[in-house]
Every structure is written in structure tokens, then in C-alpha cells.
């Protein structure tokens, strides 16, 4: 990699990075203005909005989102004719949860055993260091070969829809050629990888009524039909033997051909209890990317402590399931709702409510600009290969996205790789990671403007 010019300038660059991570993770931007100032957020809105002003970004602005919060926008013009690319990050974290847990201060980026600890070190603060090691490494080498614009959001983590709302409201302001999300991450440390697929999400809540009240069950049970049981058997019809997830007419078969996820670390990553087994059939890819799933979010019942000897008349869950691409969400939303209502025993009185939806994203991998995204990753990771790896869970802003701009290219890169610990305690960045990345977003510029 020192060979390659844009590669030596990121490295030049890296101390600088390290400084302006820190001065940007010393801001709690947390978008929960109950827990943390809004003045910690804006200070890290006006941080970005700066940088980028310095950077020679025209428009710069912090948008007003519906949700309270603000995204910091910029562009960059390029040459003339040139391509759009949009960058892509988020500034707000999340909280840090039990701080006396962090080994140091959560909003201190420290070094520790060659990683960078702190909250939003690679989720997603990490991301807009990215971001601006990539242009300044394409300034120092021949220019920038693309108009960039970036957005940076202000409350990801929240999952409030600021910026998805602004986005719908203002269609013509994010459009691009190709879009760069780089709130994702490597599958391994080292091991580059673009994020090609997210599962999308239905929510649906049942209620199962059996009696006009609770019956002592000494007295009645037996005879009377129990709410409770019922919704078990209900429950238990959405799993074959093996725990795969059934629903009645959707397809559970389809199966994952990028990145295969190793049984033994996928046994590590989830922290199974030695002696348990893994549910589902086909290979773990499959069954975490590639097929629904479902899960029983809540019960609502008794608890055991304060139970009575009764008869429940009536009980509800929470139902959620994962869909993956191929698959139409507000379609599955149906299947499972008939699902639940034709394996509801003993003519119990049940009914459905879908309380939530989200569609699945697929990327078109043939794309130039998933090429050009390959070619740049085999050089900033010498040796090896880019790999197209699934998320099991979503990220809204992608198919607000994905459907105002169905022609456009998405790719999903970034930080987050699992000794990351993104969300938990102890979260750190690789400066590694940082830098390899940092080169592969700028050579994948250049390769994109070039194809
Ligand atoms: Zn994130």
C-alpha cells in the first residue's frame, strides 16, 4: 500500500485525524435533548459544518429536520460533467450507558493496545473522519474527479426519521450518482467488505381472547379454554422442529452466495451457551441474511411473582419479522397476520395488529460502482478481496433513499467491525481500519469518476 500516493498521504494525515476524532468525540451529542444539552450536538453540527467550509464545501448549512434535530450539509463541485457522489455519515451517538463500565472516560478518545476508545470513535464520528481523510487525500494527489456532497445526520441513533422526513421534503437536495454510507463496517477486522443487503422489519401485535374474565383454575381449568395456551400454540406455529421460521406461504429457502459466516464465529459473536444449539437450517449466512425470521419481542401475561391459580381470559405479544430482500414487507405483514389467525385453536377470538413496517435493501453489486469500490479495496487492503457481507437488521434512511432515487448506487462501508463494540461500553475505532478505509473511499472516487 505505501506505494500508492493517495495511500502515503492518508498516512501523513492520520495524526491530524486522530486529534480532530477526539475534538469531535469530546462532544456528547447524544439527540436525546433530556439526557444531554442540545448545545453538545450543535457544537458537533457547527464542528462538521466548519471543517467542511475549510474543505472549500459551498451550501453549507445546518438543515432544521422535522424531528428537532439537525443534519450538516456541504458540496463540493467537481469538474465539469463530473459525477455526483454523496457521503454520508452521522454525528449524533449513543448514549454511553453505565459509565463506571468504561475502562476510560466515554467521551475521551484515548489510545489503548493500538485502537481509539470512545463513544462515536467508529459509530459514526469515525465515519466523518473518513470522510474528510478521503477528499484531502485526492486534493494532495491531482483533485477531487467528483462533485461530493455529504450529509451528516443528527439523529441516527435515535431512529426518529429527521433526516428521512427532510429527505422526502426536499427530494432534489440528496440526489447523486452513488451514495456512500459509511455507518457500516467490516466483517472482520482487515477484511473489507461492503454491506450488500439489510433485512427489513415487520411489526405485528396479537391479542387472543377466550373468556369475559379470568377463571380459577381448580374450578374450571380443564375445560375452560385459556387465552394464554392459546397464544402459545399460536406462538409455537411460527417454528418448525429445527426453529426455522414458518409462515404460512412465505418462502424460507432462499439462500446467501456472497461472505459465508463460520458456525464457530457466529457461536462467538452471539455468545451461545456451550451445549446449545444454533436454530434454523442452511448455512448461518443464510439464516441471519438471506431468510425471515421471526421473534417474539413480548408477552403480555401474569409474571410469576403475584401470579394467582387462574384461567387467563385474554393474552397479547409482540411479534416482529425480519425480511429479507426478494421479499415485499407489507406482503409478509399479511402472511403472518393470516398466519397467526388460522392457527389460533379452539375458535379463541384473535386479532392482528401491524404496528410497523420497513422494506429490505438490496445493493446491485454488478454496478460500476460496486467495481470501482472493489478495485479501490484490493489496494488499500493488500491481498485481499472485497466481500459482500448482509445486515440482519435495517437502516431506514437507505430505503427512504433507495426509493426517491431508484437509480442510484448505495454502498454500505465503514467502521463498525466487531471488535468495534458500536452501541456498547468500551467502543473504540481501529486506526487501521480508519486509514485503510479512508483509502479505499478515495481510490474508489477516483476509479468511479474514471469509469
Ligand atoms: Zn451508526
Partial sequence: MSSNPVAETVASLMPRAKAELAELVAFKSVADFDQFPRSESEGA???????????????????????????????????????????????????????????????????????????????????????????????????????????????????????ERYAEAHPELLTADTIVIGDAGNFRAGLPTVTATLRGMTLVRVQVDTLEGNLHSGQFGGAAPDALAALIRVLDSLRAKDGSTKVDGLAADSSWDGLQYEEQ?????????????????????????????????????????????????????????????????????????????????????????????????????????????????????PGQEMQSAGMGGSIPLCNTLASLYPDTEILLIGLSEPEAQIHAVNESVSPDELERLSVAEALFLRNYAAS
Fill in 45 to 163: 453540527a457547527n464542528w462538521i459544518a466548519d471543517a467542511l467550509r475549510s474543505e472549500g464545501f459551498e451550501d453549507v448549512a445546518l438543515l432544521d429536520t422535522p424531528d428537532g434535530t439537525q443534519s450538516v450539509y456541504g458540496y463540493l463541485p467537481g469538474p465539469e460533467g463530473a459525477k455526483t457522489v454523496l457521503l454520508y455519515a452521522h454525528y449524533d451517538v449513543q448514549p454511553p450507558l453505565d459509565e463506571a463500565a468504561w475502562t476510560t472516560p466515554p467521551f475521551e478518545l484515548v489510545e489503548r493496545d493500538g485502537r481509539w476508545y470512545g463513544r462515536g470513535s467508529a459509530d459514526c464520528k469515525g465515519g466523518v473522519v473518513m470522510h474528510l481523510l478521503a477528499l484531502r487525500a485526492l486534493k494532495a494527489n491531482g483533485g477531487v474527479p467528483v462533485h461530493v456532497k455529504v450529509i451528516v445526520e443528527g439523529s441516527e441513533e435515535q431512529g426518529t426519521g429527521g433526516l
Fill in 265 to 381: 464465529a457466529f457461536r462467538e459473536d452471539a455468545k451461545v451457551l456451550d451445549g446449545v444449539e444454533l436454530i434454523g437450517s442452511g448455512t448461518v449466512a443464510d439464516r441471519v441474511w438471506a431468510r425471515p425470521a421471526v421473534t417474539v419481542l413480548g408477552i403480555d401475561c401474569p409474571p410469576v411473582v403475584g401470579a394467582t391459580p387462574s384461567v387467563q381470559a385474554g393474552a397479547r405479544a409482540l411479534i416482529s419479522l425480519r425480511v429479507p430482500p426478494g421479499f415485499d414487507a407489507v406482503e409478509a405483514t399479511k402472511l403472518l397476520q393470516a398466519h397467526i389467525e388460522a392457527h389460533t385453536p379452539w375458535g379463541a377470538r384473535v386479532s392482528t395488529e401491524p404496528i410497523g413496517q420497513g422494506q429490505a435493501f438490496r445493493a446491485d453489486t454488478s454496478s460500476p460502482a460496486y467495481a470501482s469500490m472493489a478495485e479501490a479495496m484490493a489496494v488499500a487492503y
